[in-house]
T-cell receptor, first 110, second 112 residues
Framework: EDQVTQSPEALRLQEGESSSLNCSYTVSGLRGLFWYRQDPGKGPEFLFTLYSAGEEKEKERLKATLTKKESFLHITAPKPEDSATYLCAVGRGSNYKLTFGKGTLLTVNP | DVKVTQSSRYLVKRTGEKVFLECVQDMDHENMFWYRQDPGLGLRLIYFSYDVKMKEKGDIPEGYSVSREKKERFSLILESASTNQTSMYLC???????????FGNGTRLTVT
């Protein structure tokens, strides 16, 4: 059974204080690892897809990395508008289904 | 930009009612999905469709059915609503198996 565990459950940062969110996964035949951002009252918004170990992707203050067992979402010099729940999901082989983690609630204080 | 529209943001229904949740996407995507999101449980897949004629059960299909009569529209049906179906329901679409999911803003359903 595919498993995705995100840590920490919640993270509170000061503006400008860089940190990382973790997504550990167990899946046989990873076809992709997906990061999403979810604001309160809205659906998740796609951020990145990573396909193989060693891959990295960046977008503004966010950088996602992937190993064979986990992915990190690094947030550099965060701003209050980065506050959201960040979700990680994995897809397996030719299966359309994504398995989601429970998310990390990030709060960035000004 | 892909737009996935869910017809209702909030719904309140009574136990035993038949409930229809509607979802429309405007990007000609082949694949459409229904998830529910609950605190502490995350997102769980109810049903998905990778072709107008093809529907498959996800992880928690019990008590639900789906309809996809047109490519752009995917409906979730609660045959006889129960209080344990109170939840946030999220519809999503994608172009291909490795394409990202594009989500609607959800329907918060309360069953009393």
């Amino acid at each position: 059974e595919d498993q995705v565990t995100q840590s920490p459950e919640a993270l509170r940062l000061q503006e400008g204080e860089s940190s990382s969110l973790n997504c550990s996964y167990t899946v046989s035949g990873l076809r992709g690892l997906f990061w999403y951002r979810q604001d309160p009252g809205k659906g998740p918004e796609f951020l990145f897809t990573l396909y193989s170990a060693g891959e990295e992707k960046e977008k503004e203050r966010l950088k996602a990395t992937l190993t064979k067992k986990e992915s990190f979402l690094h947030i550099t010099a965060p701003k209050p508008e980065d506050s959201a729940t960040y979700l990680c999901a994995v897809g397996r082989g030719s299966n359309y289904k994504l398995t989601f983690g429970k998310g990390t609630l990030l709060t960035v204080n000004p | 930009d892909v737009k996935v529209t869910q017809s209702s943001r909030y719904l309140v229904k009574r136990t035993g009612e038949k409930v229809f949740l509607e979802c429309v996407q405007d990007m000609d995507h082949e694949n459409m999905f229904w998830y529910r999101q609950d605190p502490g449980l995350g997102l769980r897949l109810i049903y998905f469709s990778y072709d107008v004629k093809m529907k498959e059960k996800g992880d928690i299909p019990e008590g639900y059915s789906v309809s996809r009569e047109k490519k752009e529209r995917f409906s979730l049906i609660l045959e006889s609503a129960s209080t344990n179906q109170t939840s946030m329901y999220l519809c999503a679409s994608s172009e291909g198996i490795n394409s990202p999911l594009h989500f609607g803003n959800g329907t918060r359903l309360t069953v009393t």
